[in-house]
């Protein structure tokens, strides 16, 4: 199984971008799936997640100004990202529990990351 992520780029503040993770190979079902993002230095921390059934929590300095969303028949996730600010800046990785067609739990995978720079 591997989660493709894409999107990133340079973009000024006040702008938009929207990020896409596409999950490929031997996927029985996908449960949660999430954008995380890090800084150098910091920790990954959480932007937002969305259930199966389309229920979604967000971090709140993201709150408003970004939106998940997942086509479950493409097993994608996207994050429109709006009104960016400078800290915004990050690597912004995706995150699926995903359930393999012999497998007897859900694992967690995780995409490579895709550098989001917002410029002041």
């Known amino acids: 199984v591997q989660l493709q992520a894409s999107g990133g780029g340079l973009v000024q503040a006040g702008g938009c971008r929207g990020l896409?993770?596409?999950?490929?190979?031997?996927?029985?079902?996908?449960?949660?799936m999430a954008w995380y993002r890090q800084t150098p230095g910091k920790q990954r921390e959480l932007v937002a997640t969305i259930t199966s059934g389309g229920v979604t929590n967000y971090a709140d300095s993201v709150k408003g100004r970004f939106t998940i969303s997942r086509d479950n028949a493409k097993n994608t996730v996207y994050l429109q990202m709006n009104s960016l600010k400078p800290e915004d800046t990050a690597v912004y990785y995706c995150n699926a529990e995903i359930l393999s067609p012999y497998g007897t739990w859900y694992e967690d995978y995780w995409g490579k990351g895709t550098l989001v720079t917002v410029s002041s």
């Open positions: 896409s993770c596409a999950a490929s190979g031997s996927i029985f079902s996908i449960s949660g």
